[in-house]
Each structure stands twice: as structure tokens, then as C-alpha cells.
Nanobody, 125 residues
Framework: QLQASGGGLVQPGGSLRLSCVVS????????IGWFRQAPGKEREGVSC????????AYATSVRGRFTISRDKAKNTVYLQMNNLQPEDTAVYYC????????????????????WGQGTQVTVSS
């Protein structure tokens, strides 16, 4: 029901745009989040958007470099990633929480009900 794509290999300073296509339900009423997991590390929240009002949250490590956006007509959420660095290397997942989360809860994995399959992002020279 969530299909993430757009990952790849990019040099430091480069950009990628990830897409999360949602099927089976509309975005309204959900919170869509992007998470990532690097080898040997726990999954962490990157950016989230509450679909009812477009309220967003960003991890400190990506603020100013990543932008989350949506296309309601396409039922798709995007993550534009600029100035990528080696520490951004990870498998990126999109996830959906069947409720509008408050900002302090947006990165809490336990609130997310549906997960996509993940897309690999590798930043290396």
C-alpha cells in the first residue's frame, strides 16, 4: 500500500527525490513519515507531514537540506534531499499513521500502521 522509490547512488553534495505512492487509502487523516535505517543503527525519523493541515517535522540532522511535500491528486508524498552527505546513507522507508499525529509524536515508530518496502540511498564519492 506504500511504494517508496527514488533511491540510488549519489556523490556528496548531490540530490535525490524520494517518492512514496500510497494506494488503498487517501492521504486525508493520515500522517506520512519518512524514516531511515543505516547498517547497525536503529530506524530513525527523518521527516513527517500531517496530511490534514500539512504540518511538518524534520530531524535536526536534515533540517534545511530535506523537504517533504505532497501531491494529493497523485496520492504521493515526496522527500527532496539536497546536499546529501555520507551520513545520510541508509535505507529510507515511508510509513503511514492512521491519524493526524501531533508534532511531538511524529517520529514515534509505534504510531505508524503501514510501511513501505524501503529504498536504498548511498552517498559516496
Amino acid at each position: 500500500q506504500l511504494q517508496a522509490s527514488g533511491g540510488g547512488l549519489v556523490q556528496p553534495g548531490g540530490s535525490l527525490r524520494l517518492s512514496c505512492v500510497v494506494s488503498g487509502f487517501t492521504l486525508n487523516g493520515y500522517t506520512i513519515g519518512w524514516f531511515r535505517q543505516a547498517p547497525g543503527k536503529e530506524r530513525e525519523g527523518v521527516s513527517c507531514m500531517r496530511q490534514s493541515d500539512g504540518n511538518t517535522a524534520y530531524a535536526t540532522s536534515v533540517r534545511g537540506r530535506f523537504t517533504i511535500s505532497r501531491d494529493k491528486a497523485k496520492n504521493t508524498v515526496y522527500l527532496q534531499m539536497n546536499n546529501l552527505q555520507p551520513e545520510d546513507t541508509a535505507v529510507y522507508y515511508c510509513a503511514a499513521a492512521a491519524r493526524g499525529l501531533i508534532r511531538s509524536s511524529m517520529f514515534a515508530i509505534r504510531y505508524y500502521d503501514y510501511w513501505g518496502q524501503g529504498t536504498q540511498v548511498t552517498v559516496s564519492s
